[in-house]
């Protein structure tokens, strides 16, 4: 599956931002897709996941209360709506996907497939 993610951009705090996943080249609902993100200097950090059917969501601490993960199957997409931004949520976010069962929960991972990065700069 090749990923695609897009909707970075510049943002002022405080601020809201909907990145989306587009996923081609394989039945897109066979795929568990969890978001990224990676600061300059930064390890690279887990942001949020979603199942396949999009029942089961999981946040890491950073996304808890402000950021809302969900999928449309029918459009292949995975969005991430991002709210009440800080400087610190800057970086780049990334969208990965993994091949799991029907009624696996979402998860930090590990991911197998990986999309290029969208900018996400969050101005004070």
């Known amino acids: 599956v090749q990923l695609q993610a897009s909707g970075g951009g510049l943002v002022q705090a405080g601020g809201s931002l909907r990145l989306s996943c587009a996923a081609s080249?394989?039945?897109?609902?066979?795929?568990?897709v969890g978001w990224f993100r990676q600061a300059p200097g930064k390890e690279r950090e887990f942001i949020a996941s979603?199942?396949?059917?999009?029942?089961?969501?999981y946040y890491g601490d950073s996304a808890k209360a402000r950021f809302t993960i969900s999928r449309d199957n029918a459009k292949n997409t995975v969005s991430l709506q991002m709210n009440s931004l800080k400087p610190e949520d800057t970086a780049v976010y990334y969208c990965?996907?993994?091949?799991?069962?029907?009624?696996?929960?979402?998860?930090?991972?590990?991911?197998?497939?990986w999309g290029q990065g969208t900018l996400v700069t969050v101005s004070s």
């Open positions: 990965a996907a993994r091949q799991v069962r029907w009624g696996t929960p979402a998860s930090s991972g590990p991911y197998d497939y």
């Open positions: 080249g394989r039945t897109f609902s066979n795929y568990a």
């Open positions: 979603i199942s396949r059917s999009g029942g089961s969501t």
